[in-house]
């Protein structure tokens, strides 16, 4: 009997282990599987969307940036500095002041355009520089040439005397999309041949960056990052095109902050094709004062939309004032392109040159109008300008002729600007930046040319009559 027992209870147990594995297999085992020998377990389908990546579609910057690594260069440059000194002793020895030179360096990337060896870079990389020296990615070292330089854009262009150097082709910036990938290439903090990536994240960006009269700025921003050093180095699309040359970046401590910025290639192409050919930007002038179209202006202007570019006022005697636009303008298309904010036009209209002939689509009073325009030069002619004629360095300063505007604005129908002073006969007669003058020696001045012959080529100098930065007028008469 007690046997029987036993084997009663034995059963239940059994019976009860079976249903318990029933119910664990079926209802509470965990959902993952061992695989076959000698594999991994196989993750919960819940987790596999979770931490599985997708290898597919993947973009690989290893083969651009091998190849394009190899086309951006390191800029080197030497500035001799005079720094001028006050001390008692040494005034009575060297005079009122003395000065000690003192040597100045600074550094910056370059982008190889030609087998040849031109190269484009930045302009404030370079500017002032009393020697520019290139590094090649070999480690090769050359002098380099400043061909020239256009504080409008921030663009300038070096020449080396290599052959057979590699180079980037030029993309197109106007397709660049939002959100598309691109590299950056450059030297930050004297690091070389570094590579950087990341997306498009604006267009047209205006950042008041740049001081000269005709700036124009429209800048692609990214997040690729840039530091100090990068100016003037390579952004490329991820098919190894050259699509803008970084620039700048906005950061309250100076060093990357997530936003950098590149001067779109369409408007570098133009800027160095006009450099290399002529050693002066062929900048195109519509003859207008622009703004951006705000809720302000388009209430006072009875604008419906917040887009265009706002005609302040004509300039008499240009491109606009001749084809019959009027201030209060609204300009919305130009060459075929919109341009909703005033950087968009600036980019449009930097890739023409004077005589080119455009067409502009204005809003007046919600009418449409069509306007063909003859784009003139910044003199109000349709001549080409050439380095060393329109604009050159005589008596230790650099002159440009004055614009239209500025000849309406001042009331005077010649002149020339002083942009740059150095050591020279001008420089001792307190001549400054901004000066203005329209008479040498007797004679009205409206050119580089104009001056030369006026003073025998720099060599003779009797009068001199032109206006100070606050409008009033000075003039010299000297002894023969």
Known sequence: MKGKKIAGVAAIAIISALVALFIYTRFLERPYTARDEGTEEQWPAYFTNVFTVPQEGLVDFSEVAENIVHTVVHVKTKTIQENYYQNPIMEFFYGESYSRPREVRGYGSG?????????????????????????????????ATIIGRDPSTDIAVLKIDSERLPYVRYGDSDQLKLGQWVIAIGNPFNLTSTVTAGIVSAKGRSLGLLDSQYRIESFIQTDAALNVGNSGGALVNINGELVGITTAIISPSGAYAGNSFAIPVNIVKKVVEDLMEFGEVQRAIIGVNIADVTS????????????????????????????GMKAGDVIVKFDGKNTDTTAELQEQVSKKRPGDKVQVVVLRNKKRLDYDLMLRNISGGLDVVKAGVESGIIFGVRLEPLTLAERSEYRITNGMRVT??????????????GYIIFEVNGKNVSSYEDIKEATNNGTELESLKGLQSNGTYFSYQFRR
């Open 296 to 323: 302000e202006v388009a209430e006072a202007a009875n604008i419906d939309e917040l887009k265009g570019v706002y005609v302040t006022d004509i300039v008499p005697g240009g491109a606009a004032d001749e084809a």
């Open 111 to 143: 982008v190889i355009v030609s087998s040849d060896g031109f190269i484009i870079t930045n302009n404030h990389v370079i500017e002032g520089a009393d020697e520019v020296e290139v590094t090649l990615n070999d480690n090769r070292t050359f002098r």
């Open 420 to 433: 740059r002073v150095q050591d020279g006969r001008f420089e001792d007669l307190g001549i400054r930046e």
